[in-house]
T-cell receptor, first 112, second 112 residues
Framework: GESVGLHLPTLSVQEGDNSIINCAYS??????FIWYKQESGKGPQFIID?????DKRQGQRVTVLLNKTVKHLSLQIAATQPGDSAVYFC???????????FGKGTMLLVSP | IAGITQAPTSQILAAGRRMTLRCTQD?????MYWYRQDLGLGLRLIHY???????GKGEVPDGYSVSRANTDDFPLTLASAVPSQTSVYFC???????????FGPGTRLTVL
């Protein structure tokens, strides 16, 4: 079946650097995309979302970019901090009450 | 506001035993979900409910059942636990169609 996947399983950065986590999706019918952050021993935490009628959306220190042409989603974290260390999941869904499909996750390690 | 609560936090269970994982949300969200999370496999949907009184099967429903008698509660039952059901279980909810899902803290279940 169609799925969402991630290019990099682990990303190591230095504190203060900008981080970019990538995600490829294959379902062209998806119109809603979400990034979640999961710290060890906790549930996934919503970071930011974007709908298919947008290319870019910004939050506090985070930006999500959507390229529908190549079915690619990315999460940019500015001035990465040690507290950003976690596993990041992208997820995609169709409209309405359609269910989410999650990628496998990327671990972000931030060194002080 | 507590958000989503799950109980128990963790449980060790003998194979063949019946177990119910509890999930309660106080946000009056219409839709609720159960996922399991296994290393290397990400989050997989077990069952969902778009509104009280209705339920649906997700990607991995076998061996699990759910009920949605009211808006707030969405229990997940393992009728006869097997070791392959050892996992971390997350409950999630969302207000309505086209909304973001929010996750509970999880239940770690070990079946011996």
């Amino acid at each position: 079946g169609e799925s969402v996947g991630l290019h990099l399983p682990t990303l190591s950065v230095q504190e203060g650097d900008n981080s970019i986590i990538n995600c490829a999706y294959s379902n062209s019918a998806s119109d809603y995309f979400i990034w979640y952050k999961q710290e060890s021993g906790k549930g996934p935490q919503f970071i930011i979302d974007i709908r298919s009628n947008m290319d870019k959306r910004q939050g506090q220190r985070v930006t999500v970019l959507l390229n529908k042409t190549v079915k690619h989603l990315s999460l940019q974290i500015a001035a990465t901090q040690p507290g950003d260390s976690a596993v990041y999941f992208c997820a995609e869904a169709g409209g309405g009450y359609s269910t989410l499909t999650f990628g496998k996750g990327t671990m972000l390690l931030v060194s002080p | 506001i507590a958000g989503i609560t799950q109980a128990p936090t963790s449980q060790i269970l003998a194979a063949g035993r019946r177990m119910t994982l509890r999930c309660t949300q106080d946000m009056r969200h219409n839709a609720m979900y159960w996922y399991r999370q296994d290393l290397g496999l990400g989050l997989r949907l077990i069952h969902y409910s778009n509104t009280a009184g209705t339920t649906g099967k997700g990607e991995v429903p076998d061996g699990y059942s759910v009920s949605r008698a009211n808006t707030d509660d969405f229990p997940l039952t393992l009728a006869s636990a097997v070791p392959s059901q050892t996992s971390v279980y997350f409950c999630a909810s969302k207000p309505g169609a086209n909304d973001t899902q929010y996750f509970g803290p999880g239940t770690r279940l070990t079946v011996l």
